[in-house]
């Protein structure tokens, strides 16, 4: 019986023996894995904290791009509805930036001086362009060149291009054109 027990024990000890080395293999695979698992997420955040500072700084970079145009630019919704403009549009419409935001496009453009829709059907990947009038609070009308091109989400980017400048150069050059021509005939047919 003494023997019996003794193998039993000797069986015991050393299945508590491989239990134990099963239990201690287990925990460090298991803490092997969860220090492989925070590495990857450890390394993913920061993937992600790269990518997020890359586009607030390509971001930061396309305001400025846009702000700083020479030109007015719009972005309308399919309604010819203001989304958004720069400070240029601002300035050519006579209105602060904030109040562009929500104003419906015909508030402000005329076509040949009679509201009413403004722009063309616009199609993907097409340009429309066209001459237009603004008309500014005050009441006083400036001569744009408009250029507008719908974006993939349907929207629509307008730019502008304030050119009363050159409306009023061709005024003159017809004017002086006219005199010249009447005071070229006068002597002619007399």
Same mark, same amino acid.
């Given at each position: 019986e003494q023997h019996l027990l003794e193998r039993r024990r000797a069986l015991t000890n050393q299945s508590a023996g491989r239990a134990t080395t099963i239990i201690v293999f287990s925990t460090v695979l298991a803490v092997l894995l969860m220090a492989i698992a925070l590495a990857l997420l450890h390394e993913d955040l920061q993937r992600r904290r790269t990518a997020e500072l890359a586009l607030q $700084?390509?971001?930061a970079k396309y305001r400025q791009l846009v702000e700083q145009a020479a030109d007015? =630019?719009?972005i309308i919704d399919s309604h010819?509805?203001?989304l958004e403009g720069n400070a240029r549009a601002a300035e050519v419409l006579g209105r602060r930036q904030e109040e562009i935001q929500g104003l419906p496009l015909s508030a402000f453009v005329q076509s040949d001086g009679a509201a009413?829709?403004?722009?063309p059907m616009l199609r993907y990947?097409?340009?429309t362009t066209g001459e237009f009038w603004v008309v500014r609070p005050a009441g006083d009308r400036v001569a744009v060149e408009v250029?507008? $091109?719908m974006l993939d989400d349907g929207r =629509?980017? =307008?730019i502008a291009r304030d050119v009363s400048e050159r409306k009023e150069v061709e005024r003159i050059k017809d004017e002086f054109l006219a005199i010249v021509s009447h005071e070229l005939r006068t002597p002619l047919t007399s």
């Open positions: $700084t390509s971001e007015a =630019i719009l010819a509805v203001c009413g829709p403004v722009l990947g097409h340009v250029r507008a $091109t =629509i980017q =307008i």
